[in-house]
């Protein structure tokens, strides 16, 4: 079982690489928002990406709008979403 640390770093290549962001894995902080103001600028279109991408890549499955609002606020809460679908 890999660690937090180690989980957060898949996550942030797996951003980088499938919404072809302009930043590196190692520029986007843990507490960083991905939408909205002083965030990454995703856009509606990263957000169905980043949940294809998540069920592709760990078998995370969001549901609903009002779930991957809840999961995809940044890098810790989709970490915790995985650690959650693990258990």
Not at 15 to 29: F, P, Y
Not at 42 to 61: C, E, I, P, R, T
């Amino acid at each position: 079982m890999e660690d937090v640390n180690a989980l957060k770093e898949r996550i942030k290549k797996m951003l980088v690489e499938n919404l072809m962001l302009q930043v590196s894995a190692e520029e986007i902080g843990d507490e960083q928002p991905l939408f909205g103001p002083a965030s990454l600028g995703l856009d509606s279109v990263d957000a169905l990406q980043l949940v294809v991408a998540l069920d592709k890549n760990f078998g995370l499955k969001i549901a609903d709008p009002a779930a991957a609002r809840e999961v995809l606020q940044n890098i810790n809460t989709i970490v915790a979403a995985v650690e959650r679908n693990k258990g």
